[in-house]
């Protein structure tokens, strides 16, 4: 158990819609990261928020959005929902968010769009 | 962000050693090597990290060359549990860390 939480497990949903996924970091982790790992992409980085601040963006659509809040939970917004989107989600936290910290990861919530 | 090469697949037998290697001959000097491991439905686990001195703790040992431009994780006795999906990812500069995922190497580890 890496002591990050991630609601819910599963999730269906229809093409169109929109999901909220949640993420509960480590005890005193200030920084959080979401990645999807979808068969043909692999496991990607999509944002990283740090003490509530969005700090590094990566391959996210602009249809995803994120926060982090002041209880340092995150949310990862997924709105007109397309059957590509059907992949994990996961949700990693580390101490400082920096290059020298590991990152302790969640164990996902699958997306399954219809 | 640098790259890293690693086998495709490796094998072992419980109960014995496995030196995984991972190639990155364009490290920078402020690069960090991480290694996570994926277990089958599992999300990603942290195995080790270092920068240029080899680190060990309780999962494994990652032995760093002088140069940096190479690495090698060991698992001092393989167990079935640690058949996984193994990655070495270099997080540095303006990264903050995030996690550049490759392909990584499939370890199969047999009874």
């Known amino acids: 158990d890496s002591g990050v939480t991630q609601t819910p497990k599963h999730l269906i949903t229809a093409t169109g819609q929109r999901v909220t996924l949640r993420c509960s970091p480590r005890s005193g982790d200030l920084s959080v990261y979401w990645y999807q790992q979808s068969l043909d992409q692999g496991l990607q980085f999509l944002i990283q928020?740090?003490?509530?601040?969005?700090?590094a963006k990566g391959n996210i659509l602009e249809r995803f959005s994120a926060q982090q809040f002041p209880d340092l939970h995150s949310e990862l917004n997924l709105s007109s929902l397309e059957l590509g989107d059907s992949a994990l989600y996961f949700c990693?936290?580390?101490?400082?968010?920096?290059?020298?910290?590991?990152?302790?990861f969640g164990p996902g919530t699958r997306l399954t769009v219809t | 962000d640098a790259k890293t090469t690693q086998p495709n697949s490796m094998e072992s037998n419980e109960e014995e050693p496995v030196h995984l290697p991972c190639n990155h001959s364009t490290i920078s000097g402020t690069d960090y090597i991480h290694w996570y491991r994926q277990l089958p439905s599992q999300g990603p686990e942290y195995v080790i990290h270092g920068l240029t001195s080899n680190v060990n703790n309780r999962m494994a040992s990652l032995a760093i060359a002088e140069d940096r431009k190479s690495s090698t994780l060991i698992l001092h006795r393989a167990t079935l549990r640690d058949a996984a999906v193994y990655y070495c990812i270099l997080t540095g500069g303006t990264s903050y860390g995030k996690l550049t995922f490759g392909q990584g190497t499939i370890l199969t580890v047999h009874p």
């Open positions: 990693a936290s580390s101490t400082r968010g920096t290059s020298r910290h590991e990152q302790y």
């Open positions: 928020y740090y003490n509530g601040e969005e700090r």
